[in-house]
């Protein structure tokens, strides 16, 4: 069974940072495309980044370039996402996905399978 575990979300202050992971089970990431995306309450999801399955480029929303980076372990079947200099609207919940095509873009609908989320909150 296919499944991705997201984790190390939580609250921060404005200016802090978070790192999130995420966890594959049951495949090998290397084979795929894999996103984070994010949703803040009444918004839609949208892409924060992704990469591709050869893992030639590492795209980053305009929002949180400079800011996020996406990394990976492929020992431990791990993504990362570390987000520096965190600001109150970047509370969401927080998704990793994988897209079978390989190509990593930020569409949401490209993806295939979903983690469960974790929060992230930013706030004084």
């Known amino acids: 069974q296919l499944q991705l575990v997201e984790s190390g979300g939580g609250l921060v202050q404005p200016g802090g940072s978070l790192r999130l992971s995420c966890a594959a089970s049951?495949?090998?990431?290397?084979?795929?495309?894999i996103g984070w995306f994010r949703q803040a309450p009444g918004k839609e999801r949208e892409g924060v980044s992704c990469?591709?399955?050869?893992?030639?480029?590492?795209n980053y929303a305009d929002s949180v370039k400079g800011r996020f980076t996406f990394s990976r372990d492929n020992a431990k079947n791990t993504v990362y996402l570390q987000m520096n200099s965190l600001k109150t609207e970047d509370t969401a919940v927080y998704y990793c996905?994988?897209?079978?095509?390989?190509?990593?873009?930020?569409?949401?609908?490209?993806?295939?399978?979903w983690g469960q989320g974790t929060q992230v909150t930013v706030s004084s």
């Open positions: 996905a994988i897209d079978a095509s390989g190509v990593g873009t930020m569409e949401v609908g490209m993806y295939d399978v």
């Open positions: 049951g495949f090998t990431l290397d084979y795929y495309a």
């Open positions: 990469i591709s399955s050869s893992g030639g480029s590492t």
